[in-house]
């Protein structure tokens, strides 16, 4: 979990490129803060939680913005992650973000 696939595999999966089209909107009006994206980016997680079908499959894989909302808003204990995997898991979906995104 928290290990993202290429850009390229992300968005040949409809739902992902679809997810990350948004993310990547809302990440550059955030000129590429990812602190100020993942506060943007809430309500519409909610929005694709509720209408996209099964979207949650995908998160920690293919759309690393909502990735790293989920991240922020739940912790590491949530996950079970130790202080170091909670780290790395953050670092991918920031670096992933970067590859996706920018």
Request: some cysteine; charged content about 35%.
């Amino acid at each position: 979990m928290f290990e993202f696939v290429t850009k390229k595999e992300a968005y040949n999966e409809h739902r992902a490129d679809f997810a990350n089209r948004v993310c990547k909107l809302v990440y550059n009006k955030c000129e590429n803060d990812i602190e100020k994206a993942v506060k943007e980016i809430e309500p519409l997680y909610d929005d694709f939680e509720e209408n996209v079908r099964n979207v949650y499959e995908l998160i920690g894989s293919y759309i690393p913005l909502f990735a790293f909302f989920e991240l922020k808003k739940h912790g590491a204990d949530n996950y079970g992650f130790h202080e170091k995997e909670y780290n790395e898991a953050i670092g991918n979906a920031k670096k992933a973000c970067s590859e996706y995104y920018e």
